[in-house]
């Protein structure tokens, strides 16, 4: 069984709900003009734009910012910008970087059928948030809203939940949609509140029921965790599909888990590969990695690994860690893309960087191998032991191991087989056995030599067998009668013979017939072969 592990089994895992909204990429050029972008996708056009996959979407516009004081809205589409047509994002901030702060310039924009022109001119954030806290102050909602987003984000003002949530709840108890969910967020986070996931429902199905697409998404997670209510799976899908009818891609990701899982609708990985889709597009990066998972299981759709890099691929872009991993493994398997240890051995670092302990635990056996770079025994069990840490069964199973050992007489331990056998060639098998014995700390001068010399096995090999187990009398060697320890003890011998190890150099003449006629005797279950007799005469030498 390989010891690389895909994270492929698709599991209904929602982690905590969202942080409420941060600021956009260009975090400079929406407070200037007062608007965040999203490039225009199939799902977003179809909602909002007709089809039509020219210009950009509006997501979101600043309360009492410059696009709000001129009546741009969230859905509207940007065509063009001073009668210079809009491509994308990039060529939208290109044009709006030239615009002089003090001038008006003109924007054209499709509100679903109709086509408007608006004239804008640029202001400074300050000015923006002025007239906002003097706005929130007369109790205008939505100014309480933005100003409790500010608050929460820290977003021109220092970070304060405490503050945030005071202005949240003024505009959520005039019945601000956004503020409510904002308001569930803080509560479900315990962010300037103490964590109540009652209250957080609550806040939820109020901003849900005004049709607040992020809350219905929210809700359905509630459901589904059962958090702050019983746990009901119909009633997460009706939430989700409630979302996804407004184009939210969050609940598109999570309506894709029910399908795979069958909860709250009969299982279908078709319809969960089009859900996936569907977020997947919207540049979410669970979805893109979850749409790569489906494509490397075949489920829902033909399996097709090239198309499961090129999803690993865009949700590794976004620095998902558990694409990260998987994309390591596709270059450490060869699927999909040419067989590369060195760039699987990248991808699992970045992800185990970010502390995702699927990747630590295969980088550390990367380590221990030395495969797509340096071996090193030390660096190997560091990661093995940050994977344990967080749970990883196999890096848990790997350090119970080397404890277990350190705390026993040497050599008279099962080896796990499947660290054995696991590699299909003879070189990666014996180096596994021989690192992870290194690393239980059998023999320090040969653990030290490993970490010196990543060359230690094939230029001191002799030596390394002979202080190595020295350490032990021939009686140590066979405590207990483990017959299934000593013939992998045995292979292990052989084959670490069949290598760099020169019998000759250790055997002895006198008294050799002697010796493997009583060896043979006493311990049959060694079997006859030479090499073997050989091996534990010139030890037997070496302790007489």
Sequence with gaps: MSIFRFRFSILIVFLVLLHISGSPANSEEKLYLGVDLKK???????????????????????????????????????????????????????????????????????????ILYKVIKLETHSQTLKKIVSAASNSNPDAQSYLGEIYANGKGVTQDYAEAVNWLRKAANQGNAKAQKDLG??????????????????????????????????????????????????????????????????????????????HGVLQDYAEAVKWFHAAGIQGNANAQNYLGEMYVNGQGILQDYAEAVKWYQKSAEQKNAVALNNLGVMYQEGRGVNQDYKEARKW??????????????????????????????????????????QGHLLAKEYIQRK????????????????????????????????????GAGFSEWARRESIKN???????????????????????????????????????????????????????????????????????????????????????????
């Design 348 to 389: 699992y670092l970045q992800s185990a960087q970010q502390e995702y302990p699927e990747a630590q635990y295969n980088l550390g056996i990367f380590y221990l191998n030395g495969w797509g770079g340096s071996r090193d025994a030390v660096v190997a069990n560091s990661w093995m032991l940050k994977a344990s840490v």
């Design 403 to 438: 404890e277990t050992i350190y705390k026993t007489k040497p050599y008279t331990n099962e080896i796990d087989e499947n660290y054995y056998t696991s590699s299909p060639d003879w070189d990666s098998r014996k180096n596994l056995a021989i690192l992870e014995i290194i």
């Design 40 to 114: 225009m996708t199939p799902s977003l056009a179809q909602t909002h734009n007709n089809g039509n996959l020219e210009g950009v979407l509006v997501a979101s516009v600043v309360p009492f910012g410059p696009a709000d004081e001129v009546g741009i809205r969230f859905g509207d589409t940007i065509l063009e910008l001073n009668r210079k047509e809009v491509k994308n994002i990039e060529s939208f901030l290109d044009e709006l970087k030239k615009i002089d702060d003090s001038k008006s310039f003109l924007l054209l924009i499709r509100r679903k059928t109709k």
């Design 454 to 544: 990543d060359n230690f096995l094939g230029q001191m090999g002799t030596t390394f067998i002979r202080d190595f187990l020295i350490t032990s009398t021939l009686e140590d060697l066979f405590i207990g009668d483990n017959s299934y320890a000593i013939n992998l003890k045995k292979r292990f011998v052989v084959n670490l013979m069949e290598g760099d190890v020169s019998v000759e150099s250790f055997v002895r003449e006198t008294g050799r017939e002697a010796f493997i006629q009583s060896l043979n005797t006493t311990h049959p279950e060694l079997g006859s072969t030479p090499e073997v007799a050989d091996f534990f005469y010139s030890l037997y030498l070496q302790r007489n």
């Design 185 to 262: 967020e803080m509560y479900a986070n315990g962010h300037g509140v103490l964590k109540d996931y009652v209250e957080s429902v609550k806040w939820f199905r109020e901003a849900a029921y005004q049709g607040n697409a992020k809350a219905q998404n929210n809700l359905g997670v509630m459901y589904v965790n059962g958090h702050g209510v019983l746990k009901d799976y119909a009633e997460a899908v009706k939430w989700f599909y409630k979302a996804v009818n407004q184009g939210n891609a969050n609940a598109q990701k999570n309506l894709g888990f029910m399908y795979v899982n069958g």
